[in-house]
């Protein structure tokens, strides 16, 4: 699609020497291009220029109509007659070479046209309808999905918007995509006179954009292809060195993939399969990858090999003879065949180990899941046809059944990312995502999320911006916070407020993954500003550890009482309680052991209580400190405030659990708003026969309560008993022990 492509055999020209998947030689399209120029051909005959591209299209479609490809043809020499590329080529030299690319993936005649005529209305007098009314609506809209906006029109925006048009066009036809992926192959090959930033500038772009793209589309003949060609180009120095281990090797006597395909071949014909084993040699970015993985390479590090058989059951018993004939390496085997990869990929992956060590890789698969690991979506023919016994959808609008979920989430976030900038690089992180994971709803449907995502994420994939009224998630039948990851295969319901006015809480923005949930939040936070008197995160962490270090020096409250995400409580019962120190008997008599209810430090203080910021219970381990005025206190050795008073040079004393049993505990209670819940709870805890000693409520946030309860319990035996208790209240979905954070975590 580029005028500014240039003839690899031009000096200064950067082409890898990928190892060819075909026997067939490149073809001369200077040669080609030129021969086009002498005339168009009679009209009962295809031109001779795009006979390749007919042979190539025959071999996938034997009774293939040619005629549409003859006469885009025509059209197409016509109107580039007269334009040049830079290297002196004629310009139908690169449509002709885009479409090659494709009938050899085996695309169907459609898309052959439309490649032809790809960049006619770009760059000649050809008009859309044009295009429309000579070979109908379905190449008028592939040419039109391909052709890029104008740099007059859109300035330094015209690049990301014509992605998102090229997007926007793929997600009702994915040959537009299948087009721009083989446009960017071959402009890629022959990128080697431009000046070397320009080369670097569209070779991010590739790397960024387009090969991920075909790696979502599962289109490996040119991902792989593009990365090579990437390779040479931002890597030279890698290049060159990759390039001469593959050399190298190839100069080496003996091939061990060659003699283990052998020995395979001779396996599976004992066990009468009928199968056919290559030799699949890596590409060079491939090779690059094993050797920063694995150091010094041996032969059968630089490739591997392919067994195609018929059936997908033959598979499987291919698997079982290598495994039984051969040794396996077990722990690389993996099947993509049961469960595909979200690019349509399917095959069986395995190893087994030669007596010198070497281990070989080998791919299993059947001819047609070679033909889409290769193609992709170019080799599933045409989204517009219907299925055999369904029609296409009563409303005219283009069905496409490839359409993967990725594309659908991608589609629904730009929506969203009005601003090219915000476009543009939400895409690329987008996209730099490589694998996706599928969780379930309780209503049997699915989620496609990329592998990171949370509950936040699943949410927003669900409900789009209605998720601002998420309240809470189970995962896998059990409660869980918007914040857990979710995993392959998670079941997740996702629990939803009936309050219209519910909004997004801040924190959602950090535990945010996808695209579509961080700019769903941002546009709420965009409208709906912090109030000017909320408390900065650094300064409300800078005032929380001062506090905690005054009480400590003062002898009284450790640290204050916190609330379920580790901040200080607000909105308590009778304001904020300070906790009283731990029991009687607690001074120390001529070096005698100083005791809080069931704790026992050693040496003479004046006074011993328990850190109101982790409530030590037994058996918890634990750690004694001495501050000013003698007095000591006992924390959680999980407990930060441990950390902190190390740091400061504070003096550890010894510390045990005496015979006492009763403790005094901070727990966290997260509930959902409903009349007469705090009744509830402290009818719960009375119930148990433990005693409140403070009570903190936090004002209702997303139709969420947090409750903090310092409690004296007769025995700490007793804990489990009572926050079982306590969840059963109806509108309690949690209860734990307090688990303070440390500043600015």
Known sequence: ???????????????????????????????????ALLGPAARDRLPDAIGHVAEAHRAHFPDADLEPLRRAYVLAESSHRGQMRKSGEPYITHPLAVTLILAELGAETTTLTASLLHDTVEDTDVTLDQVGEEFGAEVRYLVDGVTKLEKVDYGAAAEPETFRKMLVATGSDVRVMSIKLADRLHNMRTLGVMRPEKQARIAKVTRDVLIPLAERLGVQALKTELEDLVFAILHPEEYRHTRELIAENASRPGDPLTEVAEQVRGVLREADIAA????????????????????RLRGADFGRLLVLVTEDADCYGVLGELHTCMTPVVSEFKDFIAVPKFNLYQSLHTAVAREDGQVVEVLIRTHQMHKVAEAGVVALGNPYAAPAEEQSAGDGERVDPTRPGWLSRLLDWQEAAPDPDTFWSTLREDLAQDREITV????????????????????????????????????????????????????????????????????????????????????????????ADDEPEEERDLRDAAASEAADASGALAEPTTDALGGPATGALGGPTAEAPAGPGAEALGGRSGAAGAVVVDGPHTAVRLAGCCTPVPPDRVAAFAV??????????????????????????????????ACRVTLLAESFGRPHLLADLTEAIALEGV???????????????????????????????????????????DVSRAQPQPPGA
């Not at 000096?11 to 200077?30: I, K």
């Not at 379930?440 to 669900?462: I, M």
């Not at 206190?633 to 045990?656: D, I």
């Open 691 to 733: 005693e409140i000693v403070s009570a903190t409520v936090a004002p209702p946030a997303q139709q969420r309560v947090h409750h903090t309860y310092t409690l004296q319990l007769p025995d700490a035996a007793r804990l489990p008993a009572l926050m079982r208790a306590m969840r059963s209240v109806p509108g309690v979905y």
């Open 628 to 661: 000013r005025g003698g007095v000591v206190t006992v924390h959680r050795v999980e407990c930060p405030g441990v950390a902190r008073m190390k740091g400061t040079g504070r003096a550890e004393v010894g510390v045990r659990w005496g015979d006492t049993t």
């Open 276 to 295: 056919e084993v290559l030799v699949r040699p890596r590409h060079f970015v491939s090779v690059h990858r094993v050797s920063r993985k694995r150091g």
């Open 440 to 531: 379930f709803r309780p209503d049997g449907g699915t989620l496609g999320l990329p592998d990171g995502a949370t509950c936040v994420d699943a949410a927003y994939a669900q409900y789009g911006e209605d998720a601002h009224a998420c309240i809470g998630a189970r995962v896998n039948g059990r409660l869980a916070r918007l914040s857990t990851v979710l995993k392959d295969g998670d079941t997740v319901q996702l629990l939803m407020g009936q309050d219209p006015a519910s909004e997004p809480s801040r924190e959602w923005l950090e535990h945010a993954h996808t695209p579509a949930a961080r700019i769903a939040i941002q546009r709420w936070l965009a409208t709906h500003p912090a109030p």
């Open 1 to 35: 699609m580029s005028a500014d492509a240039t003839n690899p055999a031009a000096p200064g020209a950067v082409v890898p020497a990928a190892p060819r998947r075909r026997a067939r030689p490149r073809l001369d399209l200077r040669r080609l291009g030129r021969a």
